[in-house]
């Protein structure tokens, strides 16, 4: 069997069905292969999408997702898909085409040492300089990027190994990965000091997602009657409509999440990493205030300036022991409680601003009408303020439903992963909420999308500016707008019709929910342009200056 054949059959034996990938010199033997595999290969226009949308993928299923690429300029053009993963514990198998073994190190065509360039970025590498090693640096990716805290591992393989003769027999040979440490001696003390607390919050982050803790959090939560607040990497552990959801926190995140975080006595932080998004000068609660944290990768506890118990397990076996170690109710804790449901009720975000120019508040009012009606809709972001309204305002109900960069803030992540979602979900709708500075990044992939027949509706809040940086401008350094404004802005509506798909522009705010609603029943790709008022902030907004007051603009909450 050819190297490129024994790769293939290696992704085929874990199950892999889709993967994203552009082709070059050295990997044509393996897409010769693909002609003749049973794995679906998504042609993307660009490396760097091909990483979005396994990303992506991963996100949406669960599962690994796998990119490929070949050597030097394809396998750097991965490097910020990959980071992007990495950065958001995401499993993902990146593969990449190298120079023959002979011509390593020499300055041939297309040499690139990919291996050192991925190491800061990845879980593990492996570079195949013994086809007989191959199968099992397959099985063990598969194994690592899964493994703990899950991440993106790169296999890297030169030319002459993806030519050379594998024996069949290799397929048998046995692999081992180190069992992941676990710690979870401190679960009896952390149960005590819940049962103590008079005003515990529990702050649920994306590694909860990961490990498919949803039902334990909100058993847990409702076992004692916690508030559950999420950073964004979280949104969806707990459904939004759910009493004790109390929405985000971060630099952009809920008043309602900010307060009742900084009132906290006890926080029981589950697969989060106390980012500086999330736990900073202006969010920390009390000195006295104490910290349960579960987590599965050790280097994430401490990082704030609280007496802790540190668990070292898996977020979902770590939240039900200490449900088990509860042993029944322990709350209500009722004061904290009407406090909690005091302030939530001050942050409802489901004001319908009718005015125009509009403002991205209404469009994210008429998604979440068109998601309830509709039901099953992914939702996948860009990176800025179309992020932070998303976060801000959509009604997320369940883990994986909201897809966004939150670790590395990649532009131009939100239509290769919204892609990457409909290829794993291809029974769901799926909605990009994306700027017209994200999606000139990656609008080649319109074209990705209609060839694939992935069909997603690209939701453009488009103000003509880059408007995330503009507003720092705009309230830290005296409206001094330098390289923010979008000059010649393409017609974004006629760029979808060039790729084959559908556009619809929208200019008063009566027209967005039928064109949202006509693009999500659609059966082909079709963008949605919304023109919106470059002057609306996203707030609140906590500045990364400490000395800077919190700015809560006309935000109500």
């Not at 292969?33 to 299923?61: K, N, P, T, Y």
């Not at 004061?335 to 601003?353: G, I, T, V």
């Not at 800025?384 to 131009?412: C, D």
Request: aromatic share 6%; charged share 20%; proline share 6%.
């Amino acid at each position: 069997m050819k190297g490129s054949r024994a790769l293939l059959k290696a992704l085929e034996d874990k199950g892999v069905e889709t993967m994203f990938g552009y082709p070059g010199g050295v990997v044509i033997p393996i897409y010769d292969e693909i002609i003749d595999s049973s794995i679906r290969h998504v042609l993307v226009r660009h490396e760097q999408c091909a990483a979005h949308m396994a990303d992506g993928f991963a996100r949406a299923s669960g599962n690994p997702g796998v990119c490929l690429a070949t050597s030097g300029p394809g396998a750097t053009n991965l490097v910020t898909g990959i980071a992007t993963a990495y950065a958001d514990s995401i499993p993902m198998i990146a593969l990449t085409g190298q120079v023959g073994t002979g011509s390593l190190g020499l300055g041939a065509f297309q040499e690139v040492d990919a291996y050192s360039l991925m190491m800061p970025i990845t879980k593990h590498n492996f570079r195949v300089l013994d086809l007989n090693t191959l199968p099992t640096a397959v099985k063990e990716a598969w194994e690592i990027c899964r493994a703990g805290r899950p991440g993106p591992v790169h296999i890297d393989i030169p030319v002459d190994q993806i030519n050379a003769e594998i024996e069949e027999g290799m397929f048998d040979a046995e692999h081992a990965v180190k069992a992941v440490p676990e710690d979870a001696s401190g679960i009896a003390a952390a149960a005590r000091w819940i049962r103590d607390a008079s005003r515990p919050v529990i702050l649920a982050g994306g590694g909860a997602i990961g490990a498919d803790a949803s039902p334990e959090i909100i058993e847990l939560a409702e076992l004692a009657n916690i508030p559950v607040i999420t950073p964004l990497m979280g949104i969806g552990i707990i459904p939004t409509s759910h009493p004790l959801c109390m929405g985000s926190l971060g630099m952009h995140g809920r008043m309602c999440s900010l307060n009742a975080f900084r009132d906290a006595d006890l926080i029981i932080a589950i697969g989060c990493k106390f980012s500086d998004r999330t736990y900073s000068p202006q969010t920390s609660p009390k000195a006295d205030c104490r910290v349960v944290h579960i987590d599965i990768d050790c280097t994430e506890f401490n990082k704030h300036n609280h007496e802790a118990i540190n668990i070292l397990c898996d977020a979902k076996k770590g939240a039900r022991m200490l449900i088990d170690a509860l042993g029944g109710r322990c709350g209500p804790h009722p004061e904290w409680h009407a406090r909690a449901q005091a302030l939530k009720r001050q942050c409802k975000c489901d004001y319908d601003y009718g005015s125009e120019p509009i403002v991205p508040q209404k469009v994210m009012f008429e998604l979440n009408r068109v998601m309830r009606e509709e039901g099953d809709v992914i939702v996948t972001t860009d990176v800025g303020q179309n992020q932070m309204w998303a976060m801000h305002y959509l009604e997320i109900e369940r883990p994986r439903q909201l897809i966004s960069s939150g670790g590395f803030g990649t532009m131009g992540f939100g239509l290769p992963s919204a892609i990457g979602a409909k290829a794993a979900r291809p029974d769901s709708k799926v909605v990009t909420v994306t700027g017209d500075g994200g999606l000139q990044m990656v609008m080649q992939e319109i074209a990705t999308s209609v060839a694939e027949d992935f069909p997603v509706t690209i939701c453009l809040l488009n103000n003509g500016w880059l408007g995330m940086v503009r507003q720092w401008q705009k309230l830290f350094w005296n409206k001094r707008y330098s390289a923010t404004r979008l000059g010649a802005d393409p017609d974004f509506v006629k760029i979808a019709e060039a790729f084959g798909a559908e556009g619809i522009r929208v200019e008063r705010p009566g027209e967005i929910y039928d064109a949202l609603k006509t693009a999500v029943n659609s059966d082909k790709t079709c963008l949605v342009e919304i023109i919106t008022d470059c002057e609306e902030d996203i707030t609140p907004m906590i500045p990364a200056n400490p000395s800077v007051p919190l700015i809560k603009g006309r935000c109500k909450f």
